[in-house]
């Protein structure tokens, strides 16, 4: 049986942490020097997606309600049974005429021998007003899933296509997680 869900958050928050506003639009960053490009983040026409992969989703959470920047903990890594979640963030969704955003998801999972680990999922990123000077924001869910026993090890690809319905633009991400077997006990 696949485990693969589409995990409400309990927390939505903005904060400035990897985007920065830059006139007509923002730069992703890394130590405060431009962003090398990487599948794992893509933008266009002042909208920008990331995605980070975590096997510590309430640690993530905790992280992102702290301090600013939030010092959040990824892996690439995981273990048969360990859960893990793609967790999306963004910036400069842009507002229609009611203020709000409407940017949706399409999320899939790739096993390591190039089929399809479960169904392709769909769901909401944000309904919402954007965040103010291109402030990042996380979405409203994450892509859960977990290697189970008779799943292969290896590589597994994550892959998201982020559509902000207002402007019309559509931004693919994806994140990989290597499965690798566990420590056995003795």
Not at 58 to 87: C, L, M, N, Y
Request: charge should be negative; charged fraction near 15%.
């Amino acid at each position: 049986m696949r485990v693969m869900l589409f995990v409400l958050a309990s927390l939505v928050a903005s904060t400035p942490a990897v985007a920065q506003q830059q006139s007509g639009g923002f730069e992703w960053k890394l130590n405060d020097k431009s962003a090398p490009p990487s599948p794992w983040q893509a933008s266009k026409d002042g909208f920008g997606v990331l995605m980070l992969v975590t096997s510590d989703y309430e640690g993530f959470w905790k992280a992102w309600e702290g301090s600013t920047p939030p010092q959040v903990r990824t892996t690439e890594e995981v273990t048969r049974d360990q859960p893990v979640h793609a967790i999306l963030l963004f910036s400069g969704c842009r507002a229609a005429r009611d203020g709000n955003c409407n940017v949706t998801v399409e999320l899939a999972v790739t096993r390591p021998d190039g089929k399809p680990y479960g169904e392709t999922l769909k769901g909401n990123v944000w309904s919402g007003p954007p965040a103010p000077a291109y402030n990042l924001q996380a979405s409203e869910g994450s892509l859960g899933f977990i290697v189970e026993p008779e799943d292969p090890l290896g590589t597994y690809t994550l892959k998201a296509a982020i559509t902000d319905h207002v402007a019309g633009t559509t931004l693919p991400v994806q994140q990989t997680v290597t499965a690798v077997a566990g420590k056995s006990t003795p």
